[in-house]
């Protein structure tokens, strides 16, 4: 069977994207809560399309480019969580969003001039959310910031402001954390805090929009949450295993890669290197202690440890690989979101062995 592909390829375990899928959506039910999936993880319309028959109630998409390629498949709910602020992506996102329900982020006093102009020259509203700043210092405006710029947003012509969001990831008290349960739960917490202070501004918040995969199930619990934005559960990889949010089990997207080298008993070379797995992840540091670039499946003591752009090289706790050439083996990313985007197609395989190609259709969008 392994022999139908060319390595590296990568591959995604049907079965287990459906059981992925079936387990956030149960949790998002369980607490009344809107799953809105983030779909930078695969970046394919049939598998955002198997999240929104299972109960999702539209797709979250990070770039502008991302949420062209999925209304083109037919998908009519799209929230864009990442500020858009020069005039001509906004003005390309004021015409999608009068061909379907699209949600915009903004973060800053300047982003929402720019798309409150531009709705206004269109003679439309745009639906837009504040993005909060929770602690982890990237996009999001914080403080008594936040408070003024969705005062001045309320009152903006142009603009329909319905929700609230922020992405915090593994942070507690502002700092890193491996506690899952008590990192969603604060992230939750806060967001509901601050639209419980805009309320009493007389500023009524209808959405509040938090979670991501290894939060999203204790956020969700939060009373007043409405929405989890979870991406990269579908397939999971060793960030969510090392931190008990997945099991190996549950991954459900890995690299076939093919053994072509052994110069030594103790090294052996891959045809899969830094343009086969992402190598965003930092290695042996908390919260996710990632040994090496991915798990080799079925070798305890294998270590992808170093790569090059072709070449990946594997070693052995052991002293000896036991390796050959011609060998293949199955590796799970660090991050599969950033690995995917490295490959043009994927190919779904299903429990008949049966394999079928598949694009990517929204890789490399990065406008």
């Given at each position: 069977?392994?022999?139908?592909?060319?390595?590296?390829?990568?591959?995604?375990?049907?079965?287990?994207?459906?059981?992925?899928?079936?387990?956030?959506?149960?949790?998002?039910?369980?607490?009344?809560?809107?799953?809105?999936?983030?779909?930078?993880?695969?970046?394919?319309?049939?598998?955002?399309?198997?999240?929104?028959?299972?109960?999702?109630?539209?797709?979250?998409?990070?770039?502008l480019s991302e949420a062209e390629v999925m209304a083109d498949a037919g998908i009519n709910d799209i929230f864009i969580a990442?500020?858009?602020?020069?005039?001509?992506?906004?003005?390309?996102?004021?015409?999608?969003?009068?061909?379907?329900?699209?949600?915009?982020?903004?973060?800053?006093?300047?982003?929402?001039?720019?798309?409150?102009?531009?709705?206004?020259?269109?003679?439309?509203?745009?639906?837009?959310?504040?993005?909060?700043?929770?602690?982890?210092?990237?996009?999001?405006?914080?403080?008594?910031?936040?408070?003024?710029?969705?005062?001045?947003?309320?009152?903006?012509?142009?603009?329909?402001?319905?929700?609230?969001?922020?992405?915090?990831?593994?942070?507690?008290?502002?700092?890193?954390?491996?506690?899952?349960?008590?990192?969603?739960?604060?992230?939750?917490?806060?967001?509901v805090y601050f639209a419980e202070k805009l309320k009493k501004e007389g500023i009524e918040i209808e959405e509040i929009s938090?979670?991501?995969?290894?939060?999203?199930?204790?956020?969700?619990?939060?009373?007043?949450?409405?929405?989890?934005?979870?991406?990269?559960?579908?397939?999971?990889?060793?960030?969510?295993?090392?931190?008990?949010?997945?099991?190996?089990?549950?991954?459900?997207?890995?690299?076939?890669?093919?053994?072509?080298?052994?110069?030594?008993?103790?090294?052996?070379?891959?045809?899969?290197?830094?343009?086969?797995?992402?190598?965003?992840?930092?290695?042996?540091?908390?919260?996710?202690?990632?040994?090496?670039?991915?798990?080799?499946?079925?070798?305890?003591?294998?270590?992808?440890?170093?790569?090059?752009?072709?070449?990946?090289?594997?070693?052995?706790?052991?002293g000896k690989t036991n390796l050959k050439i011609g060998q293949k083996l199955m590796v799970i990313p660090n991050h599969i979101?950033?690995?995917?985007?490295?490959?043009?197609?994927?190919?779904?395989?299903?429990?008949?062995?049966?394999?079928?190609?598949?694009?990517?259709?929204?890789?490399?969008?990065?406008?």
């Open positions: 069977m392994l022999d139908f592909y060319k390595t590296p390829a990568l591959i995604i375990d049907v079965a287990r994207v459906e059981n992925n899928i079936r387990k956030m959506e149960q949790i998002a039910k369980q607490n009344r809560c809107n799953l809105r999936p983030h779909i930078k993880t695969h970046k394919i319309s049939e598998l955002a399309k198997m999240q929104l028959d299972a109960g999702a109630v539209g797709i979250t998409c990070a770039k990442y500020p858009l602020i020069d005039k001509e992506k906004i003005e390309q996102a004021i015409k999608l969003g009068k061909k379907i329900r699209l949600i915009l982020g903004v973060d800053s006093f300047e982003g929402a001039d720019m798309i409150s102009r531009v709705a206004r020259s269109q003679d439309v509203a745009a639906e837009v959310r504040i993005e909060i700043d929770t602690g982890l210092k990237r996009t999001g405006i914080s403080g008594n910031d936040a408070m003024e710029l969705t005062k001045y947003i309320s009152n903006l012509p142009g603009l329909n402001l319905t929700g609230i969001y922020t992405y915090r990831g593994l942070m507690l008290d502002a700092k890193p954390t491996d506690d899952r349960e008590a990192a969603g739960r604060q992230e939750g917490e806060l967001l938090v979670g991501s995969t290894p939060t999203a199930e204790f956020a969700a619990k939060v009373g007043g949450v409405t929405e989890i934005r979870p991406g990269t559960y579908i397939f999971n990889d060793m960030m969510q295993v090392n931190i008990k949010s997945a099991s190996i089990d549950d991954c459900a997207a890995m690299v076939l890669v093919n053994v072509i080298s052994t110069p030594s008993d103790n090294i052996a070379v891959i045809d899969g290197g830094s343009k086969t797995f992402s190598t965003d992840a930092k290695t042996e540091v908390f919260p996710y202690f990632l040994k090496g670039y991915g798990k080799i499946v079925g070798y305890e003591d294998l270590i992808l440890d170093c790569m090059w752009e072709e070449h990946g090289v594997i070693s052995s706790s052991n979101c950033t690995t995917v985007n490295l490959h043009d197609y994927v190919y779904f395989t299903g429990l008949d062995s049966s394999s079928r190609k598949v694009r990517i259709e929204a890789r490399g969008k990065l406008w």
